[in-house]
């Protein structure tokens, strides 16, 4: 083999190689930039789940609350109705009261 015709073909593969590690590099970069979209996405995924948790604690809170005001509103009920008994037995009383006057 000539001298010419090896230094040529040293030369050819030393720009097979650099071609080779350039590709390399993009790969590299491409992978790097995917992993970074992967972090974002992540990241997102994370603050929406943190923004659902922080709304079910505040619906549960909510049901809580109106429970409460059910409860208190059936005690209510209960109160009135007791008291509404009392006013009607005392009307029949004065009536009979007055009926037995007359």
Do not use: F, P, Y
């Not at 491409?30 to 994370?46: F, L």
């Amino acid at each position: 083999m000539k001298k010419k015709n090896l230094l040529s073909v040293v030369i050819q593969h030393h720009r097979t190689v650099i071609q080779h590690h350039r590709t390399v590099i993009q790969h590299h970069r491409a992978v790097v930039q995917h992993h970074r979209a992967v972090v974002q996405h992540h990241r997102t995924a994370v603050q929406h789940h943190r923004a659902a948790v922080q709304h079910h604690r505040t619906a549960v809170q909510h049901h809580r609350a109106a429970v409460q005001h059910h409860r208190a509103a059936v005690q209510h009920h209960r109160t009135v109705v007791q008291h509404h008994r009392v006013v009607v037995q005392h009307h029949r009383a004065v009536l009979q009261h007055h009926r037995a006057a007359v």
